[in-house]
């Protein structure tokens, strides 16, 4: 007996579903107004953005279509909840809780996340806002795992605010040790790359005129390097696309020696972690005519190794949260079409569509677009299913 109890510890956790993960989030509601499960509210406004259904509406007209079906694993006491049920819930749903559900199903998907590149950028809900108050469209900052497409984090930055002041509080959620982290010239701030090196990041982060020392320091510094073409140092891509061609050339440095920035504390105290400086310069081309476009936007990279391939790949990879993320989750699922005034709701349901965008990333034995799986859930009840209770393999 007292083996069969030691087998028993030893043998690793069976790792928790999604459906089993909410069971544990605090519902919100006052006990006399419960007629309808946490759970079951929560499970059918998933399913819903697997299937398609983009609003409140839809999500009871849904539902009421697929009675008979939820019945089979949900309990459904007082039948189908309305549509006024569903916006009052994810307008009073903890939303801090909410994420940190997100980010414990996760850390069960280590497989996914081995070695994971970390994108972070944030993206207006243009429809979310009240439009009588002039007020600017919420925006989200994310956090992207750009190998896996998988949504790792979200946090609001505040309306008295900007992002700069929300990527502390999102960095805090995510589990960075070993991982690479991009930002754009936005978050080149030396708060941010404290609390990264603290974390066990690394990062590459653009710097442009927020930081106007740095800046000038690393113009100076790469004035004479452009002309550099040695493989260690340089790379160059050129991409022939939609009638247009586009040279990347990427240089990167590690003499920090001889940028003279011991008072700015490059790898040191303000910049902990760098190991080189880089630069990359874009030059676009019609096809059909014009004169090129120019742009060059420097570089501090924290790299364990530097070198110009990992350098150039990561910030090539960075912009995959827009076409990979932000375009997906406007194109496939209406994001920026929702309309949820409350702000504790645009988030919540925010939440909502990237779990379900992760739920449909990790279901890799079929190979078809998000837009088809999508549809593949509304018109088949078994693959749906086997998408929602989808679990990681035991360690």
Same mark, same amino acid.
């Given at each position: 007996?007292?083996?069969?109890?030691?087998?028993?510890?030893?043998?690793?956790?069976?790792?928790?579903?999604?459906?089993?993960?909410?069971?544990?989030?605090?519902?919100?509601?006052?006990? +006399?107004?419960?007629?309808?499960?946490?759970?079951?509210?929560?499970?059918?406004?998933?399913?819903?953005?697997?299937?398609?259904?983009?609003?409140?509406?839809?999500?009871?007209?849904?539902?009421?279509?697929?009675?008979?079906?939820?019945?089979?694993?949900? %309990?459904?006491?007082?039948?189908?909840?309305?549509?006024?049920?569903?916006?009052?819930?994810?307008?009073?749903?903890?939303?801090?809780?909410?994420?940190?559900?997100?980010?414990?199903?996760?850390?069960?998907?280590?497989?996914?996340?081995?070695?994971?590149?970390?994108?972070?950028?944030?993206?207006?809900?243009?429809?979310?806002?009240?439009?009588?108050?002039?007020?600017?469209?919420?925006?989200?900052?994310?956090?992207?795992?750009? &190998?896996?497409?998988?949504?790792?984090?979200? &946090? %609001?930055?505040?309306?008295?605010?900007?992002?700069?002041?929300?990527?502390?509080?999102?960095?805090?959620?995510?589990?960075?040790?070993?991982?690479?982290?991009?930002?754009?010239?936005?978050?080149?701030?030396?708060?941010?790359?404290?609390?990264?090196?603290?974390?066990?990041?690394?990062?590459?982060?653009?710097?442009?005129?927020?930081?106007?020392?740095?800046?000038?320091?690393?113009?100076?510094?790469?004035?004479?390097?452009?002309?550099?073409?040695?493989? &260690?140092?340089?790379?160059?891509?050129?991409?022939?696309? +939609?009638?247009?061609?586009?040279?990347?050339?990427?240089?990167?440095?590690?003499?920090?020696?001889?940028?003279?920035?011991?008072?700015?504390?490059?790898?040191?105290?303000?910049?902990?972690?760098?190991?080189?400086?880089?630069?990359?310069?874009?030059?676009?081309?019609?096809?059909?005519?014009? &004169?090129?476009?120019?742009?060059?936007?420097?570089?501090?990279?924290?790299?364990? %190794?530097?070198?110009?391939?990992?350098?150039?790949?990561?910030?090539?990879?960075?912009?995959?949260?827009?076409?990979?993320?932000?375009?997906?989750?406007?194109?496939?699922?209406?994001?920026?079409?929702?309309?949820?005034?409350?702000?504790?709701?645009?988030?919540?349901?925010?939440?909502?569509?990237?779990?379900?965008?992760?739920?449909?990333?990790?279901?890799?034995?079929?190979?078809?677009?998000?837009?088809?799986?999508?549809?593949?859930?509304?018109?088949?009840?078994?693959?749906?299913?086997?998408?929602?209770?989808?679990?990681?393999?035991?360690?």
């Amino acid at each position: 007996m007292l083996r069969q109890a030691a087998d028993e510890m030893d043998e690793p956790s069976r790792p928790e579903t999604l459906l089993e993960l909410l069971e544990g989030l605090p519902d919100p509601r006052l006990d +006399h107004n419960k007629r309808h499960r946490l759970i079951d509210l929560l499970a059918i406004a998933i399913l819903g953005a697997l299937c398609n259904v983009d609003n409140y509406v839809e999500l009871e007209r849904f539902a009421r279509a697929k009675e008979r079906f939820l019945r089979t694993f949900l %309990q459904l006491p007082h039948g189908i909840p309305s549509h006024d049920t569903f916006g009052r819930l994810f307008a009073a749903l903890d939303t801090k809780a909410f994420t940190e559900l997100l980010t414990r199903w996760l850390g069960a998907w280590s497989r996914e996340l081995r070695g994971v590149h970390v994108a972070i950028d944030g993206k207006a809900i243009r429809a979310a806002l009240d439009r009588s108050a002039h007020a600017s469209p919420m925006l989200l900052l994310s956090a992207f795992a750009v &190998e896996s497409g998988l949504v790792l984090g979200q &946090e %609001q930055t505040d309306p008295d605010s900007n992002e700069i002041e929300a990527v502390p509080r999102l960095l805090e959620q995510l589990k960075l040790n070993g991982a690479l982290v991009t930002l754009d010239a936005m978050h080149c701030q030396r708060a941010t790359a404290r609390l990264l090196h603290e974390r066990g990041a690394h990062y590459v982060i653009a710097a442009k005129g927020n930081q106007p020392e740095l800046r000038k320091a690393l113009d100076d510094h790469f004035r004479d390097k452009l002309h550099d073409r040695s493989p &260690e140092r340089f790379l160059e891509t050129i991409d022939k696309d +939609h009638g247009r061609i586009e040279t990347r050339r990427y240089w990167l440095s590690t003499a920090l020696d001889a940028l003279e920035l011991r008072d700015l504390g490059l790898g040191g105290s303000a910049w902990p972690g760098v190991t080189a400086v880089g630069v990359v310069e874009r030059i676009r081309q019609s096809a059909r005519a014009g &004169e090129p476009s120019h742009e060059r936007v420097l570089y501090l990279a924290a790299l364990p %190794q530097p070198d110009v391939r990992a350098f150039a790949a990561a910030v090539r990879a960075h912009w995959g949260i827009e076409n990979k993320l932000h375009w997906v989750l406007d194109l496939a699922f209406s994001e920026d079409r929702s309309t949820a005034r409350s702000k504790n709701a645009t988030r919540n349901y925010a939440l909502v569509r990237k779990l379900a965008l992760n739920l449909i990333r990790l279901e890799r034995g079929i190979k078809v677009g998000i837009r088809c799986k999508r549809k593949m859930c509304g018109w088949d009840h078994d693959y749906l299913l086997q998408i929602l209770k989808a679990a990681p393999r035991a360690a």
